[in-house]
């Protein structure tokens, strides 16, 4: 399987745009959003869409896509009315996915607000399995920073998120977030430190389960909690953590997307070619 590494990209100027602009930093793979992410607003989309995205895609060998959910989804609330919301927004993308012919929906997991971690992760099962996901696309929880009631920061947390859901194997998985993982504790720099989290995501997971990387550099110490991201080998993962992501044997099949800043004059192209120079 080839080695496949992309961006996140705009959808602002039409889907055959956002492959364009994958092309043009040499991405291999890709994510998008399916409306704007700081709304409940998911756009609708045609067939027309869903071939001409397709089309574009097989041309410039781009596979697979994600489809990442607003930032406002929240399953693991008990407030009731973001609760329905979350679902409704969730239910909407998996839609989206399905019409564009995108393989993997991912969301955070969200936060409990105080009815506690046992309770949040119900919730969150609960969730999934009122969900209608169609039968093409696989909808991913991300493992989080672990900020304040934030769930998801730790592998064990996603598994029982999993196991306490009905949901079919094969319509759920994970994305792992290199960011995510260090500000939550995880050692990606040391060698021994590094297989220990594989170890872990072996033990509590199973790699099969792994469909999607983001690659994130960290602004913050490790088990910082906090999820800034920073431009790869220039965080406190380094070089050498990403060197030991991308080299991995169990890693580097997966997909893997970048999520580097972009509002600081240095771009994907430029993050994609550290991570190139890194693969050995």
């Given at each position: 399987m080839v080695f496949r590494v992309g961006a996140h990209v705009s959808i602002s100027g039409g889907m055959e745009k956002a492959v364009e602009l994958q092309e043009e930093i040499g991405g291999g793979c890709g994510?998008?959003?399916?409306?704007?992410?700081?709304?409940w607003s998911v756009s609708e989309y045609t067939d027309e869409d869903g071939e001409s995205f397709q089309e574009a895609r097989d041309r410039a060998d781009q596979n697979p896509y994600v489809i990442h959910s607003t930032y406002l989804v929240n399953l693991a609330t008990p407030k009731d009315d973001l609760f329905k919301k979350s679902l409704n927004c969730l239910q909407a993308e998996l839609d989206a996915a399905e019409k564009l012919g995108v393989e993997h929906v991912v969301f955070h997991p969200g936060a409990?607000?105080?009815?506690?971690?046992?309770?949040?992760?119900?919730r969150i099962a609960e969730g999934i399995n009122e969900l209608e996901i169609p039968d093409n696309v696989t909808l991913l929880l991300e493992n989080t920073a672990g900020k304040g009631t934030t769930l998801g920061?730790?592998?064990?947390?996603?598994?029982?998120?999993?196991?306490?859901?009905?949901?079919?194997?094969?319509?759920?998985?994970?994305?792992?977030d290199t960011c995510h993982a260090h500000a939550a504790g995880y050692e990606l720099r040391e060698e021994e430190g590094f297989e220990d989290f594989i170890q872990e995501i072996e033990e509590d997971l199973?790699?099969?389960?792994?469909?999607?990387?983001?690659?994130?550099?960290s602004k913050d110490e490790k088990g910082s909690e906090k999820d800034n991201h920073q431009h790869i080998g220039e965080g406190n993962i380094g070089e050498k953590g990403f060197e030991n992501v991308v080299n991995s044997e169990k890693l580097e099949k997966k997909p893997m997307v970048l999520e580097t800043p972009t509002?600081?004059?240095?771009?994907?192209?430029e993050n994609l070619e550290k991570i190139m120079e890194l693969r050995v």
């Open positions: 994510q998008i959003f399916a409306g704007s992410p700081r709304t409990h607000t105080g009815s506690g971690v046992e309770n949040g992760i119900e920061k730790s592998m064990g947390q996603l598994r029982q998120m999993i196991e306490k859901s009905d949901t079919d194997d094969s319509k759920i998985g994970v994305c792992i199973g790699l099969a389960r792994v469909k999607i990387l983001h690659l994130n550099d509002s600081d004059g240095k771009g994907y192209e």
